[in-house]
């Protein structure tokens, strides 16, 4: 069975830091692009950040230049670095695999419980 963990998230002020990171268990991460996607309140899910397997990067444009998404698959872990964030940035963030989209960033697959980021001003 999938399983992922999901960790890192938070409240930090805006222009602050986080990094958020996922374990995952169940299957094998060599097999497939892994990325994450958020939902805030109200709003639709968006793609953030997408690794494929072979280590291409996709990112929404709403992000690029502020988040890294990074990946070990040995370790089995991703991880997701959020720098100068936005109170836009607040939502519940969470781990998926699936496949990488250049329209949609991430198209996912399965997913884990999330983990919430809070953004003040």
């Known amino acids: 069975q999938s399983q992922f963990v999901e960790s890192g998230g938070g409240l930090v002020q805006t222009g602050g830091s986080l990094r958020l990171s996922c374990v995952v268990s169940?299957?094998?991460?060599?097999?497939?692009?892994m990325g994450w996607f958020r939902q805030a309140p109200g709003k639709e899910r968006e793609g953030v950040a997408c690794i494929s397997r072979r280590g291409t990067s996709y990112y929404a444009e709403s992000v690029q230049g502020r988040f890294t998404i990074s990946r070990d698959n040995a370790k089995k872990t991703g991880n997701l670095q959020m720098n100068s964030l936005k109170s836009e940035d607040t939502a519940v963030y969470y781990c998926a695999i699936g496949v990488c989209s250049t329209v949609a960033t991430m198209l996912p697959s399965s997913w884990g419980q999330g983990t919430q980021v809070t953004v003040s001003s």
């Open positions: 169940g299957f094998t991460l060599d097999d497939y692009a």
